[in-house]
């Protein structure tokens, strides 16, 4: 990877860098200036088939933000009453000492890279905060999303998870493409949209069968088979329908769809595509464990039950914050962020893996995970033994089954309301600064006026496990459905809010029938 022969910047430097983005699965490639070690300037590197030159604020938040922001933890601590600051020996001592027996190690999808993956698969189980796939999980790149003529957007929301591949899909429209979007609530994708269907997730299976079965009644879904037998199509299908009850019927769907129709299809989001379990599986066997390993936040899509288990055992945290799943560990670790090593990103739903070179230094104090945990289980991993990297800006196509030949189980879902709760405009990271905390400060309830009548809404709150909400009444919720940004939490430095797993009976799923 080199830099472009004519520099971007006008300021003045003495070293650039060229490296790829981690902060989503769009790995866009970037080129940053330095001058004596600082970071002065940052473009997106104009040679990038998929970033185009560009990067979005979420990529720019991770790069340049990451390292002066006041509020990341530096060192390590004992989460006592009041937290005891270590050095990393006596850190490490510590860890020697506590952690033992069965290790459970949950990866997230920022500070965990591919080494570390590795090696907690060699020490005990690995859980991910993500959807795990044994499929492939896109037939199409999304740098090419915009030569399809007909596009059906299934809960997909690229500007929330897959930021820089919205701008194919603005493409595609632009060329002509007739986007049709499907959603619980209105948002990015819906703006852009020719057909907009406003449905909570009982009536979008109803709907997206309508379009395989032979005779129906619906103007609607007769008019997207026939574009489909004219013209293929694209389905763009949101991850976090995975994580949800709704998630088998979901994929039969997608199965049918392709038989009938030879789509091509696109998941959109964070999931993992290597051997992992999932945090549903890690609530119900967490008193198996003796030893937790975490990674980023994911304490937030566990019940509140289960993290006092946890707060019972040794548990090592590493993190770039003091967020809610330090409050619940035993030893907090400062964490590298992944431009201060070379970070291998693995997790995304367009089964690729990139190689992201080193680009600032880390603070000192500042530890990576993959070598203190190598120190304190004296175990190394060779990550040319599990896969043959590509340190190309295109990075690494991984081999995947085709979903066609499997059938899934579906499970009898109850009727009732929807709780909807997933990201919105900032992920965690947004509420840890206070630029991109301000896109979205309130912690709010969203649903429609019909919703609000069913659940006896006074005073414009709603009360969930004991957890009250402020509501906002909106038309651009579907009828039956909760929305709640899962994002924030207890701990966060500005508006905190709740952590998902204080409300939902199971935080673990992005939605959750609770009536």
């Known amino acids: 990877m080199t830099p472009p022969s004519i520099p971007l910047t ?22 940053l200036y330095k001058e004596k070690g600082q970071p002065i300037d940052l473009y997106g590197h104009p040679a990038d088939t998929k970033g185009m030159g560009s990067l979005c604020s979420k990529g720019i938040t991770y790069i340049q933000q990451i390292a002066s922001n006041p509020l990341r933890v530096i060192g390590a601590y004992l989460n006592e009453r009041e937290p005891v600051a270590l050095s990393e020996s006596e850190a ?35 859980f991910v905060d993500a959807p795990v796939v044994d499929f492939k999980p896109s037939t199409v ?11 059906i957007s299934w809960e997909a929301e690229p500007v929330f998870s897959e ?14 493409s007739h986007l049709v979007c499907i959603s619980s609530r209105y948002s990015t994708m819906c703006s852009k949209a020719k057909t907009k269907l406003l449905m909570n997730p009982f009536d979008q299976i109803s709907f997206m069968k309508k379009i395989i079965q032979p005779e129906h009644e619906d103007p609607i879904a007769t008019a997207l088979k026939k574009k489909l037998h004219l013209f293929g199509g694209l389905v763009l299908i949101g991850t976090h329908l995975l994580s949800s009850p709704f998630r088998n019927s979901i994929l039969n769907v997608l199965i049918d769809l392709i038989k009938h129709y030879k789509i091509d299809y696109s998941f959109v989001g964070d999931l993992m595509p290597f051997s992992a379990m999932e945090l549903e599986k890690f609530v119900e066997e967490v008193e198996k464990y003796d030893s937790f390993i975490f990674f980023g936040n994911p304490l937030i899509y566990v019940p509140e039950e289960i993290r006092q288990k946890i707060k019972n055992r040794f548990s090592i945290h ?8 330090s409050h619940y560990s035993t030893l907090i670790i400062g964490a590298s962020n992944f431009t201060e090593r070379n970070f291998i990103a693995y997790r995304n739903s367009f089964g690729r893996v990139y190689f992201c070179s080193k680009s600032v230094q880390k603070p000192e104090g500042v530890v990576v995970p993959y070598e203190f945990l190598s120190k304190l289980f ?30 899934f189980e579906e499970r009898q879902v109850r009727k009732g309301i929807v709780l909807y709760t997933t990201n919105s405009l900032v992920d965690e990271l947004g509420h840890w600064n206070p630029w991109t905390h301000d896109m979205e400060k309130y912690q709010k309830a969203y649903m429609s006026e019909k919703t609000a009548e069913r659940l006896r809404v006074r005073d414009n709150k709603v009360t969930l496990n004991g957890r009250v909400f402020d509501v906002f009444i909106s038309s651009n919720v579907a009828d039956g459905v909760i929305f709640i940004p899962s994002s924030f939490e207890e701990f966060q430095p500005f508006d905190p809010g709740h952590s998902v797993g204080s409300f939902c009976k199971k935080p673990f799923y992005r939605y959750e029938v609770i009536e």
């Open 378 to 407: 004296d175990l190394s991993v060779r990550i040319e033994d599990f896969i043959t990297l590509d340190t190309s800006l295109e990075g690494k196509n991984l081999d995947f089954p085709t979903i066609e030949d499997k059938n």
């Open 141 to 151: 790149f999304f740098n090419r999303w915009q030569n399809y003529r007909l596009i």
């Open 10 to 31: 006008v300021k003045s430097f003495d070293e650039q860098v060229v490296s790829l983005c981690a902060g989503c699965g769009c790995s866009c490639a970037y080129v």
């Open 92 to 126: 490490l001592e510590l860890a020697k000492q506590k952690l033992k027996g069965r290790i459970a190690t949950i990866l997230d999808r920022y500070l965990s890279s591919l080494e570390e993956y590795l090696l907690a698969r060699s020490i005990g189980d690995v």
């Open 163 to 176: 930021v820089m591949s919205m701008r194919y899909i603005v493409d595609a429209v632009e060329k002509g």
């Open 318 to 325: 590493f993190t770039l914050f003091p967020n809610l799943t």
